[in-house]
């Protein structure tokens, strides 16, 4: 993946190549956390890899290099063989009681699946919130413990990510299915931009004043609560 900071121009606009670049950048990213997440024990190490790919990026304007992943990947393989199970299964539940409720297998009506319906995008808004807390370099218990209390003490921002969520679950649903692997990069730097309070497009262009090495700097912003 190549870095994204590159010159503007004298207006601070960023040319159209840059633009696509990142757009590429995000689609072999998502294509990439989707194959390592294909053995489905791998799908915690490979979603916390990518976010902190992103996380790297949003930050410092490159992406890290190819060892720096695979070596983050390789850490993050045990200790997310739980967290993935436990995705896996409130995932599968979730599903089958939406698939129950909408077929009328199991009682309960429209009301029912509403509720279920919004208490699966809140969930997935939680999580999502954990995943970017995860990518800025915290374990998964403390990554959900934080993201609890952001939620609350945000929720607001909280409700921005289950739309963010929930609008991606809808494009997998209506795009081709070999486009949903691109979708699942670009909807990671969406939770990135979205959770730190800071549009990508506006992250790269705020840093247009220095240099340094040959490369424009891109601050810091604020973590999540």
Request: hydrophobic residues 55%; glycine residues 12%; proline residues 7%.
């Amino acid at each position: 993946m190549a870095s994204r900071a590159e010159p503007v121009d004298a207006a601070g606009r960023r040319d159209w190549r840059d633009v696509l670049r990142d757009a590429a950048d995000l689609a072999l990213l998502g294509i990439l956390l989707t194959l390592a997440a294909l053995p489905l024990l791998t799908v915690a190490a490979a979603v916390g890899t990518a976010s902190a790919a992103v996380h790297d990026w949003t930050r410092t304007g490159s992406w890290p290099s190819a060892r720096t992943t695979v070596r983050r990947f390789g850490r993050a393989v045990p200790p997310g063989v739980p967290v993935s199970l436990l995705a896996l299964a409130v995932a599968g539940l979730l599903a089958a009681d939406l698939a129950a409720l909408a077929t009328g297998r199991v009682p309960g009506g429209p009301v029912a699946l509403l509720v279920t319906a919004l208490v699966t995008a809140g969930l997935a808004g939680y999580a999502g919130l954990a995943v970017v807390e995860v990518g800025g370099g915290g374990r998964w218990r403390e990554a959900a413990r934080s993201a609890a209390r952001a939620c609350l003490d945000a929720p607001t921002r909280w409700a921005a990510l289950t739309g963010v969520v929930a609008l991606a679950g809808l494009l997998a649903v209506l795009v081709t299915p070999v486009a949903v692997p691109i979708l699942a990069g670009y909807t990671l730097a969406a939770l990135h931009a979205v959770a730190n309070r800071q549009p990508i497009a506006a992250a790269v262009t705020s840093g247009r004043g220095g240099h340094a090495g040959g490369r424009r700097s891109v601050p810091t912003y604020p973590e999540s609560p």
